[in-house]
Structures are given as structure tokens and as C-alpha cells.
């Protein structure tokens, strides 16, 4: 099963800042949080991972809270073309991906 | 295109046929994965190999379906006696065990099995 919980759906206009949230109150201290995201009829593609910090790549920054318990994935100018299914995971550094259902994000002009 | 590849893209089989897929993941990566994805839900394990090695196996693979990694390159996920209920998008994975990039998983663009 998930380890992660997700609003099934969130709307972002275009140019705006879109804040994604997961919680993930029962990860373990080797696990690390995936973001991943999967447009329509595609593959899923990689955004980001963490372990303990912040993370910031050219797709997208990952804020980790203290706790670890809780992330949100921001992606700071959506565009059209990020719309799709965004998928919080946690698992180890190699292993398998245990998907949920996902947030489904829509971006509007 | 370096990227990784399944064949077919689709495929239309009728209950009880077996049907097998073929994944060609990237030719540096010596971790291949399969899921399975059904309408509305994530994506679901199903196996991972290392190499040729096949070291997990999750509960959703039945008896019916084998796969296989024979010389730790591409791989082929066989499905035999199909039933209705295995409809749904077969998605292979690669990825490596070493480099910044070692985190990564890399997804085909899946084959789509319609069982009639």
C-alpha cells in the first residue's frame, strides 16, 4: 500500500507558483521522498527526491519538513504543459516505486 | 533515441491467448522494472530485475506471468491464459545503480493490453 496521502486534484493558473502537498507521517529514516508526475498516455517522468533537505533542480523544488512527515513539491511557473498526475512516493534509494493515486493537476490559462 | 523502449505499444488479444512484451531499457542501466497501471490508479510493481537476476516478485505477479532479463539487457514479461482483468498498461522501467542519476527511475511508454 501508499505510504503517502494526496489531494486527488488541485487547479494552478498559468504563470502561478503551484504548491503540491504530501504527507508521509510513517516514513522510516532511510527512505527517501520521489516526486514523479505522468501526463496523459505517457510514462510517469522524475521531477525530484529527498532525503533530509531541500532540494531544487530546473523542474521543480522539493520543501521537506523537519519531521520529515509532510513535503510540498512546488513548481514555481506552471505552464499548460504541466498538467498531469503528480505522484508523492517514499521508498529506498533503489528499490521499487509504490505508487498512490495522486494529485491530479490542472493548469489553466 | 536513447530512451527506454516497449513493444508493442498495443495490443488486442482474447481471453485465454498468451501474449509477451518486450522492454529494451537504457544500455547503461543494469535495474529494469516492470509495472502494471489500470485506468484512474498509479502505476503498481509487479517485478524488478538486477542484471539478469530477478530479486522481487510482488503478489499482484500470478502464476500466469513470467518474466525474464536473459542476459541482463532487455527483458520480456509473458502473460499466459489472459484473463479480462489484465487489461490494463504494462510499464517498464530502467535504471542504474551508480552516478547522480542512480535515484532515477526511467519509464517506457508502456504497451496497453485490451483483452476481448
Known amino acids: 500500500d501508499a505510504k503517502t496521502t494526496q489531494p486527488p486534484s488541485m487547479d494552478c493558473a498559468e504563470g502561478r507558483a503551484a504548491n503540491l502537498p504530501c504527507n508521509h507521517s510513517?516514513?522510516?529514516?532511510?527512505?527517501?521522498v520521489y516526486w514523479y508526475r505522468q501526463i496523459h498516455s505517457q510514462g510517469p517522468q522524475y521531477i525530484i527526491h529527498g532525503l533530509k533537505n531541500n532540494e531544487t533542480n530546473e523542474m521543480a523544488s522539493l520543501i521537506i519538513t523537519e519531521d520529515r512527515k509532510s513535503s510540498t513539491l512546488i513548481l514555481p511557473h506552471a505552464t499548460l504543459r504541466d498538467t498531469a498526475v503528480y505522484y508523492c512516493i517514499v521508498g529506498d534509494s533503489w528499490g521499487k516505486l509504490q505508487f498512490g493515486a495522486g494529485t491530479q493537476v490542472v493548469v489553466t490559462p | 533515441d536513447t530512451g527506454v523502449s516497449q513493444d508493442p505499444r498495443h495490443k488486442i488479444t482474447k481471453r485465454g491467448q498468451n501474449v509477451t512484451f518486450r522492454c529494451d531499457p537504457i544500455s547503461e542501466h543494469n535495474r529494469l522494472y516492470w509495472y502494471r497501471q489500470t485506468l484512474g490508479q498509479g502505476p503498481e510493481f509487479l517485478t524488478y530485475f538486477q542484471n539478469e537476476a530477478q530479486l522481487e516478485k510482488s503478489r499482484l505477479l500470478s502464476d500466469r506471468f513470467s518474466a525474464e532479463r536473459p542476459k541482463g539487457s532487455f527483458s520480456t514479461l509473458e502473460i499466459q491464459r489472459t484473463e479480462q482483468g489484465d487489461s490494463a498498461m504494462y510499464l517498464c522501467a530502467s535504471s542504474s545503480t551508480s552516478g547522480i542519476s542512480s535515484y532515477e527511475q526511467y519509464f517506457g511508454p508502456g504497451t496497453r493490453l485490451t483483452v476481448t
Open positions: 510513517t516514513i522510516s529514516g532511510n527512505e527517501y
